[in-house]
């Protein structure tokens, strides 16, 4: 078992649809990273949580340490949003960050 | 620059040949990693580097692989007779402080293709 599983795989959604992406870690963590990888480019970090929740325009990341369980969620979405979505943890004092396997959004206008 | 600079962003090598990829993360960013990304996978961890100092290389696949950020700056990743399994993303990421939780910034990658 992996130490960050992402749900679901792929995620195919109509334009304007709520989106939810989730991740569930088994390791205990100092920081939970959401990032963004669009086909060909790097990867932009959308979020970094430790507790709770945050919010950057249609984009909301929450965080539950006790259930070890973070959600994405983008709200109206676009086909701009369209991207390999990833979840990493970094454990402890640990610089390393554990990856998530990623979940491939496709947004249809 | 505004943000963790990667060059070149394509290259092409023949089996056999050296490549050099460079890095400018952020102005005064203290820590330094390199990633590779096989198509279709997530990133796997390289080596890091706080200031000039190459604290874990712990990732590095051969000794075909090698990084230097010899003034702290600018980074070098270096792989010699590539072979075709070298053929990934690799990708650069810095951050501000050390070995704290603080978010890392990213290059837009290079991709390697050996043929």
């Known amino acids: 078992k992996n130490e960050v599983e992402q749900s679901p795989q792929n995620l195919t959604a109509q334009e304007g649809e709520f989106i939810t992406i989730n991740c569930s870690y088994s390791v205990g963590i100092s920081a939970l990273h959401w990032l963004q990888q669009h086909p060909g480019g790097g990867i932009v970090s959308l979020f970094m949580l430790s507790s709770g929740k945050k919010k950057h325009g249609r984009l909301i990341a929450t965080i539950n340490i006790q259930e070890k369980h973070s959600s994405l969620h983008i709200t109206a979405s676009h086909p701009r949003d369209s991207a390999v979505y990833i979840c990493?943890?970094?454990?402890?004092?640990?610089?390393?960050?554990?990856w998530g396997a990623g979940t491939k959004l496709i947004i249809k206008p | 620059g505004a943000g963790v600079s990667q060059s070149p962003r394509y290259k092409v090598a023949k089996r056999g040949q050296d490549v050099a990829l460079r890095c400018d993360p952020i102005s005064g960013h203290v820590s330094l990693f390199w990633y590779q990304q096989a198509l279709g996978q997530g990133p796997e961890f390289l080596t890091y580097f706080q200031n000039e100092a190459q604290l874990d290389k712990s990732g590095l696949p051969s000794d075909r692989f090698f990084a230097e950020r010899p003034e702290g700056s600018v980074s070098t990743l270096k792989i010699q007779r590539t072979q075709q399994e070298d053929s990934a993303v690799y990708l650069c990421a810095s951050s501000p402080l050390g070995l704290t939780n603080t978010e890392a910034f990213f290059g837009q990658g290079t991709r390697l293709t050996v043929v």
């Open positions: 990493a943890v970094r454990s402890g004092s640990n610089y390393q960050l554990i």
